[in-house]
Structure formats: structure tokens, C-alpha cells
């Protein structure tokens, strides 16, 4: 019976730490469309990889995307999942899609930005 209960006590405590608030990601903020038929709006982040050519774009509903820029071809690839990258016409921006999802980033995505 004890066990039945210290069990149960267990599994409240787990699921009452799935509710917790994970921290912002720290990076720029950068325009997304999150879903098919959605519209663009500042509210993902794009998060850099120190040393690596690797970008981290985060959504507001905790999802992400991983991706690797390569300058000297300007090649962007997905490294998580089995969408591929489609690149779309963006002026100033490198605009593309990951699936439904579509974002618009900077021309250099890798790069720091400079202060």
C-alpha cells in the first residue's frame, strides 16, 4: 500500500515540473510564420552557436528549428528532421521554409551581430 502511494506522490511531483516556465532564449528576435496559413510576426529567436556555423531558431511555443549556414556558398540545411530547407524570395533577408513553418533571418545568420 505504501509503495502504491509513494508512487503516486511520485508521478504528482513529476507532472508538477512539467508545468515550470523554461528560460528565454537569449538571442535576437527575428520574424516567423509558425504553421500553415500563419503570418509573419517578430516573435521567435534566433539563437547563435559560438565557433559553429550552427543557428538555433526558437518558436514562442518552446518548438525549434536547427539549422547550419554556410557563408561561402550561402547554403542553409536543416539539421534536425526530415523537412529540407526551401528557399523562398525575401529582399534583405534570407527568407525561407522548414516544412509549414517559414522565418526570415539575416543575410548572414551566423554571424554575430555587430554592436
Given at each position: 500500500?505504501?509503495?502504491?502511494?509513494?508512487s503516486?506522490s511520485?508521478?504528482?511531483?513529476?507532472?508538477?515540473?512539467?508545468?515550470?516556465?523554461?528560460?528565454?532564449?537569449?538571442g535576437d528576435?527575428i520574424?516567423?510564420a509558425?504553421?500553415?496559413?500563419?503570418?509573419?510576426?517578430?516573435v521567435?529567436?534566433?539563437?547563435?552557436?559560438?565557433g559553429?556555423?550552427?543557428?538555433?531558431?526558437h518558436?514562442p511555443d518552446g518548438?525549434?528549428?536547427?539549422l547550419?549556414?554556410?557563408?561561402a556558398?550561402?547554403?542553409?540545411?536543416a539539421?534536425?528532421?526530415?523537412d529540407?530547407?526551401?528557399?523562398?524570395?525575401?529582399?534583405?533577408?534570407?527568407?525561407f521554409?522548414?516544412?509549414?513553418?517559414?522565418?526570415?533571418?539575416?543575410r548572414e545568420?551566423?554571424?554575430?551581430?555587430?554592436?
Amino acid at each position: 500500500m505504501s509503495l502504491r502511494i509513494s508512487s503516486l506522490s511520485l508521478a504528482f511531483a513529476l507532472l508538477a515540473g512539467c508545468g515550470a516556465q523554461s528560460p528565454e532564449p537569449a538571442g535576437d528576435t527575428i520574424a516567423c510564420a509558425i504553421g500553415q496559413g500563419a503570418e509573419f510576426a517578430e516573435v521567435c529567436t534566433l539563437e547563435r552557436i559560438a565557433g559553429t556555423p550552427q543557428i538555433i531558431v526558437h518558436h514562442p511555443d518552446g518548438g525549434f528549428r536547427r539549422l547550419s549556414y554556410d557563408p561561402a556558398t550561402g547554403t542553409l540545411a536543416a539539421l534536425d528532421g526530415a523537412d529540407p530547407v526551401v528557399l523562398e524570395e525575401g529582399q534583405g533577408v534570407l527568407q525561407f521554409a522548414v516544412g509549414q513553418d517559414r522565418y526570415r533571418l539575416p543575410r548572414e545568420p551566423a554571424a554575430a551581430p555587430t554592436p
